[in-house]
């Protein structure tokens, strides 16, 4: 059994950050699980463009407000607690925060932990473990 409390994790190297939002991921490929997950925030007023070219994801609205807009067909959907949007296609998009978003993330395949978007918004397939 693995045990980590989001604490322990806000202070490690699981701590990832960027301009537009910060990524504490407590599971990653290293403890074999299949899928990685995360607790990311989303900063206020930021527009953050990604495309999981080697990932699919699932997003669950912990806290905050904001939207997502796929980048195909311009449509914009509201994110607000509660809500749930899922990656199933690799899908080009906008993520959006008016108030600042709290996000349970599930990544498959796993991430190894250091990942962040390259300049198409896509994290590479394979990157360093953490450790």
Same mark, same amino acid.
Request: glycine content about 8%; some cysteine.
């Given at each position: 059994m693995i045990v980590r409390t989001l604490q322990e $994790? %806000?202070?490690?190297?699981?701590?990832?950050?960027? &301009?537009n939002w910060n990524s504490v991921r407590l599971s990653l490929k290293e403890d074999g699980m299949g899928f990685s997950f995360h607790i990311t925030t989303i900063y206020a007023g930021t527009e953050t463009p990604i495309w999981y070219q080697n990932h699919l994801e699932t997003v669950y609205c912990i806290s905050?407000? =904001?939207?997502?807009?796929?980048? &195909? &067909? =311009? *449509?914009?959907?509201?994110?607000?607690? =509660?809500?749930?949007?899922? @990656? #199933? *296609?690799? #899908?080009n998009h906008l993520l959006r $925060?008016?108030? %600042?978003?709290? @996000? $349970?993330?599930?990544?498959?395949?796993p991430l190894h932990g250091k990942e962040t978007h390259d300049e198409n918004g896509v994290y590479p397939l394979e990157a360093e473990s953490i450790s």
């Open positions: $994790a %806000e202070n490690s190297p699981r701590k990832i950050e960027s &301009d905050g407000e =904001g939207e997502v807009e796929t980048v &195909d &067909d =311009g *449509k914009i959907y509201p994110i607000r607690p =509660g809500t749930v949007y899922i @990656l #199933d *296609k690799h #899908d $925060a008016h108030k %600042e978003m709290k @996000l $349970a993330c599930v990544f498959n395949p």
